[in-house]
T-cell receptor, first 114, second 112 residues
């Protein structure tokens, strides 16, 4: 069982470059999320989706865009990367929230912006 | 929106001792409170959760307590072992559709 898979796992960008992080889940979950993790800041929600074709802003959405064209995929885009976006990014998914609130996380994508 | 505060940020205990991590939340409508454990180089994993209709829940050496009036909840680990060393996150949300908001995490170190 793959669970939640994130690609790439590591990436180095120069300021101003763009990139897309891909998250794929094989559990048929409705909900998907992107978090960033920074030292001393914990996990902060960037964007999330409650179903195919829907997205919503989280705590720190500025500088990021997302798309959920297919139920199993959730893409996180950086149009013009900044050093402040250096972080470890985690994707997560969950089933119908009324059944269980458990989030299943990927192993993270470490992004460095120079 | 919801805000979750977590204390302490670091906690060191001897093997066999108990460890307690505390969190407070701001949204009185929140009704779901999970705890996640993150080992080095991995994503967080759910270890226990509690909903607002109960005050305490136990699972072997782990327990969580909830005080809705005071808007705080705590994680208790008894008989700690070196493999309990990790970063622990509390979180809060309304169960019906909104996303989890996490605390800043507690780094627990258990020395043998």
């Amino acid at each position: 069982n793959a669970g939640v898979t994130q690609t790439p796992k590591f990436r180095v960008l120069k300021t101003g470059q763009s990139m897309t992080l891909l998250c794929a889940q094989d559990m048929n979950h409705e909900y998907m999320y992107w978090y960033r993790q920074d030292p001393g800041m914990g996990l902060r929600l960037i964007h999330y989706s409650v179903g195919e074709g829907t997205t919503a802003k989280g705590e720190v959405p500025d500088g990021y865009n997302v798309s959920r064209l297919k139920k199993q995929n959730f893409l996180l885009g950086l149009e013009s990367a900044a050093p402040s976006q250096t972080s470890v990014y985690f994707c997560a998914s969950s089933a119908n929230r009324e059944d269980t609130g458990e989030l299943f996380f990927g192993e993270g994508s470490r992004l460095t912006v120079l | 929106g919801e805000n979750v505060e977590q204390h302490p940020s670091t906690l060191s205990v001897q093997e066999g001792d108990s460890a307690v991590i505390k969190c407070t939340y701001s949204d009185s409508a929140s009704n779901y409170f999970p705890w996640y454990k993150q080992e080095l180089g991995k994503g967080p994993q759910l270890i226990i959760d509690i909903r607002s209709n109960v005050g305490e829940k136990k699972d072997q050496r782990i327990a969580v307590t909830l005080n809705k009036t005071a808007k705080h909840f705590s994680l208790h680990i008894t008989e700690t072992q070196p493999e309990d060393s990790a970063v622990y996150f509390c979180a809060a949300s309304r169960i019906e559709g909104t996303a989890l908001i996490f605390g800043k995490g507690t780094t627990l170190s258990v020395s043998s």
